[in-house]
DNA sequence: TTGTAAGCGTTATCAA
DNA sequence: TTGATAACGCTTACAA
């Protein structure tokens, strides 16, 4: 049904090889000037265009990359999986999409069957601070972390400065006379909630506020997870705002306090982290910290895209992008 | 460096054919049971996984299949592109996603390298109601349009039932009393968009209200596209409610009306259509019709399925599912 | 029940 | 500059 290398040969009456080099950018300058012109043009009649089946078992590349997310449905994610898809299909890769639900078992079953359909690369953001399975495939492919890395550090990774984050969110509620102020923790398994939290402990500590006791930590991202750590950290004495460690948990943390009658932000002031869309429309829009997930994932495409070309194993690189505070609703001067 | 078929055949001291046929389920009873035990062991020991790329390149099937969305980022798809890969992957499929960005041209050059990818099949969230591009492809690869259909309804597809659904929405508000409703409609251009409208002419004229003059719609899907017709909406003499076409509408009437110093739903009740993840969240939490989002991306993957299976071809078939209606804050009687 | 052989559409190597 | 040829890993008639 498909046109063929050798129908577009027939049609310019040469061998199939020529053609092949012809078409092919990298080549095409071992071909007359002339034969090439006549050779587009034949392809462009025939609409011809190329089997990636057939060149990638040529070849063994299948100019394809494995997206490794935790859960498509987190609002977190969609904006970091653009990024990726738009800059790797500009270059010519096919992105592939598997959902880990966080679980470990599924996400070997996943990056497995990724590996089966012979990805040349792999973009994952569902690295746990130890992770045997990303270490050991990293030794085979190449792997970019987004988001999340590992301790060791060994792969290259796009992610945000968790320091500066918590950083401007305390900077924040201090700046509205707030000193009691908690964090409800990420999971610790985690490298951003890891991050976010020892963030916590120095940014506390610079302003010569107690962290001591004030963190924590919660088992999973979800706002119903937020829950007993929320009720905890409210407990917490005297504690007038809350630094949460991402968006999900900023939401479980104000209908805690109001389920306990604290009203957000009179009574209490809560900021959150990521910055997912609709942020700006909850009750009351919530303060937090935006992160460029766009950006994240067109980075990490980039990255990933470098160390494919690359011939020679170049350097770890890590890059770390900034991310902005943005003040809405939930927070507020202290009383 | 992977184990190939010749890999295995060695070890057993078989031929390559027999070591395929012994493992591929639809030929195995070719083989002795115990030339096929061997051959799993060895397989296995060797961890010998089929390469897509030559057995692509063999069958002309991919296993692969494109899927169609206009944006990731707009929280309706997530959820049914999890449907998709869900069901699709439990089938031995790999989705290849792409964001049309709502673009015409983009949609063409998109779809255009699904088919260079050698894609078995599509599944379609993008469809408007004349679509001359999808009509042409579907005569050469099987389609399932998911949420909008074309306008002759010649391919297959997964919906919900919207004339029930702005029905549950209509009687909703007359029941509580409402009787001067308006609608702000989708874009004319979405089955959806015009299905709801008119759907919403039908409901209001059986509870015997004039409807005339009191649909306004936007051009675009956004937030953002809402305020002008929620405007307009607003303006018509003494309406007290408001049917929106989806939930960002809905949250784009909310904005104007409060722009207008009208509050919702003390002044003016709104209803929105989708139920998007955090809907429950935003100020007032929405009352909306719910749609099984999933369940449609795994109805469509199933149909898709099925569609690739058949060597006959089967009658075009469609598929509605059944939306509810999810009572939240932001209507309320008329006062 | 198994082996043989051809071919899917490319590309890389070698020769002309 | 172009052509011939082989090979990538698999499947499938056909033969044995």
Redesign the pocket.
Known sequence: M?A???DVARVV????????????PR?SH???P???AKVRKAAESLD????PM??G????RSRTVGVVIPDLTNPLFPGMVRGIQDTLSRAGYTPLLVNTDNDMDTEATLVGSLRARRVDGLIVATARREHPLLAEVGEALPIVLVNRVTESAALPSVTTDEQHGIRLAVDHLVGLGHSDIAHVAGPTWSSTGHERAQAFQRAMRSHGLTSARRSFPVLGWSVEAARDSALKALAAAKVTAVVAANDQLALGTIAAARHKGLRCPRDISVIGYNDMPFMDLVDPPLTTVRVPVSDIGAEAARLLLSLLRDEAPSPVKHVRLTPELIVRGSTAALR
Chains 1, 2 share one sequence.
Do not use: D, F, Q
């Not at 011809?48 to 089997?51: A, D, G, K, M």
């Open positions: 498909s063929t290398l050798k009456g040469i061998h199939p090889a020529t053609v092949s080099r012809a078409l092919n080549t071992l071909v007359s002339e034969t090439v011809y265009v190329p089997n057939a060149s078992l040529r070849t063994a």
